[in-house]
């Protein structure tokens, strides 16, 4: 039961990039998955959500129309895209599948609500 991210590196401010996750061990369907971030010196935060249901998606002030989330339960995999990236969002990224049925509407409840979590991809922006 696991989750295994990928794609972090160094960008330059402006550029793109894509976060993968893998899900295994467990019924990845079924499961509210969504994106956490920390930044040095700062508490780790939400930024997406992807309910189990009906795909509904939310995101964070910080990153609306700048980063899509999305899943592909076929394949037990959830990605974020991260376009026109700023210097501010350096940070290390997470990963993490809940059971719990969160709507994900106007937010992606409380961390301790999440039951697997992946180890966590850097992401630098060089200005």
């Known amino acids: 039961e696991q989750l295994v991210e990928s794609g972090g590196g160094l960008v330059q401010a402006g550029g793109s990039l894509r976060l993968s996750c893998a899900a295994s061990g467990f019924s990845f369907s079924a499961y509210t998955i969504a994106w956490f971030r920390q930044a040095p010196g700062k508490e780790r935060e939400g930024i997406s959500c992807?309910?189990?249901?009906?795909?509904?998606?939310y995101y964070s002030d910080s990153v609306k129309g700048r980063f899509t989330a999305s899943r592909d339960n076929a394949k037990n995999t959830m990605y974020l895209q991260m376009n026109s990236l700023k210097s501010n969002d350096t940070a290390v990224y997470f990963c993490?599948?809940?059971?719990?049925?969160?709507?994900?509407?106007?937010?992606?409840?409380?961390?301790?609500?999440?039951?697997?979590w992946g180890q966590g991809t850097q992401v630098t922006v060089s200005s």
């Open positions: 992807i309910s189990s249901s009906d795909k509904k998606t």
């Open positions: 993490a599948a809940s059971s719990f049925k969160f709507p994900c509407l106007d937010g992606l409840g409380y961390q301790s609500e999440y039951d697997y």
